[in-house]
């Protein structure tokens, strides 16, 4: 009976040892689960930034670059840094009245518009990631700036920092400011020198005597080119004169060649002179003859034209009188025919007559008269006996 008494203690005790295992687990994994929620594991580096993960245990480093990196709360720590270029302005020191503006090696003061480009260095973040602050603007680079660009400006003078050694003062503030950025693990990209702001009484001043060093350059510069031009234009003068003369000895030397040529030259052109005259009187001969013979030409055709036109105009002629003689013979023929018509139509003679006299006169054909007198006498309204008497008068005034 006790024995089976300690076997109930002994299972009831085992319960409920495993029931508090189990809760202390699942209040564990809540505890896990809740911090995983509120501080996730996982972050993501973005373009060109780089992470350095610290291990709170092993005290070790890692670099990570563009992507997810895993971080686990209160075992890991990252650090991000960017890679791209920053710029770093000394606002408080552009301005001649500013808070702190720069000295020249005279006292005076004046502001200066610098722009310092930067990046750290990606080789050597993970070494310096322990000793970089958060701030690295303002404790590294700016401390660093300061101290280099106050000291370099106090070497040199006013002008020389407004206008005739600004490359000179880049350089000199890049080369010392670069050794105390590449100490922290920052590498210098580039030094611009902007606006000089200057005191104004001290810019009029500066700018009448830049203006007048101008004009002296200028009258230096013209005076000098005067002298140039005074030296070309003698070197020219000289150049042609001996052009000239070169010139004058190449025209003697051409005529004289170009008698010489025309002497040996007339040596053949005096027989050829001659030849031509022969040649032209010969022509001239052969001309006059040829002429001559075209004047007998001339002449023989144009009594041959003579006799040719006398005998074709006598042969006109006789044509001519052929046809005149034909026309009488056919007028005469005709004159026997209308003759023999008249004869036989008396009235005829009547009718072409009032043919003849107008178109506007009407023709009457009347009985031709009994006494054989005139036809129109019966029209006038004349007796038969005065119509007989008057051929009749007619007929012996004829014969006075």
Same mark, same amino acid.
């Given at each position: ?14 319960? !409920?040892?495993?029931?508090?295992? !189990? ?11 809740? &911090? ?25 480093? /890692?670099?990570?670059?563009? &992507? ?36 020249? !090696? ?8 610098? #722009?310092?480009?930067? +990046? ?36 040199? /003078? ?63 510069? /013209? ?29 003697? #030397? ?73 026309? @009488? ?8 025919? @209308? &003759? ?14 009032? @043919? ?12 031709? #008269? ?10 006038? &309204? ?10 009749? +008068?007619? @007929? ?5």
């Amino acid at each position: 009976m006790l024995s089976r008494l300690m076997a109930a203690v002994r299972a009831l005790g085992r319960a !409920i040892f495993s029931g508090r295992a !189990i809760l202390l687990a699942l209040l564990a994994a809540g505890g896990i689960a809740y &911090g995983l929620y509120k501080h996730p594991p996982m972050e993501n580096l973005a373009h060109g930034e780089v992470g350095i993960r610290s291990n709170r245990l092993f005290a070790g480093t /890692t670099e990570f670059h563009e &992507g997810p990196v895993l971080v686990l709360p209160g075992l890991h720590t990252l650090h991000r840094y960017s890679l791209r270029d920053r710029v770093y302005r000394p606002v408080q020191s552009s301005q001649a009245n500013g808070e702190a503006p720069f000295q020249s !090696i005279e006292g005076l003061s004046l502001g200066v518009d610098l #722009s310092i480009r930067y +990046a750290l260095d990606p080789a050597r973040i993970a070494i310096m990631s322990n000793q970089l602050p958060d701030d690295i603007d303002g404790e590294v680079v700016q401390p660093a700036v300061q101290g280099v660009i106050y000291k370099t400006f106090t070497r040199y /003078t006013v002008k020389e920092i407004f206008s005739s050694k600004r490359g000179e003062i880049q350089q000199a503030i890049a080369d010392e400011l670069k050794p105390h950025l590449a100490a922290d693990g920052i590498l210098l990209r580039e030094v611009q020198m902007g606006k000089v702001d200057l005191p104004a009484d001290y810019r009029a001043g500066m700018e009448k005597l830049l203006a007048e060093e101008l004009e002296t350059e200028k009258m230096q510069y /013209t005076l000098a080119l005067k002298e140039q031009q005074v030296k070309e234009t003698g070197l020219e003068a000289d150049a042609d004169k001996l052009r000239r003369e070169k010139a004058a000895e190449a025209a003697g #030397s051409e005529q004289v060649i170009a008698a010489r040529a025309q002497e040996e030259a007339m040596q053949h052109v005096l027989p050829f002179k001659q030849k031509q005259i022969e040649q032209r009187r010969l022509e001239a001969e052969a001309d006059k003859l040829a002429r001559v013979k075209g004047a007998e030409a001339n002449a023989e055709a144009r009594r041959i034209e003579a006799a040719g036109e006398a005998d074709s105009r006598q042969k006109l002629a006789d044509a001519e009188a052929y046809r005149l003689e034909r026309l @009488d013979k056919i007028a005469s023929a005709q004159m026997e025919r @209308d &003759g023999e018509v008249l004869s036989k139509h008396p009235l005829l003679i009547q009718k072409i007559m009032a @043919d003849k006299l107008s178109d506007k006169i009407s023709v009457i054909i009347a009985p031709p #008269s009994t006494s054989g007198g005139f036809i129109g006498s019966a029209l006038l &309204g004349q007796s038969t006996a005065a119509a007989a008497a008057a051929p009749a +008068a007619a @007929d012996s005034q004829e014969n006075q």
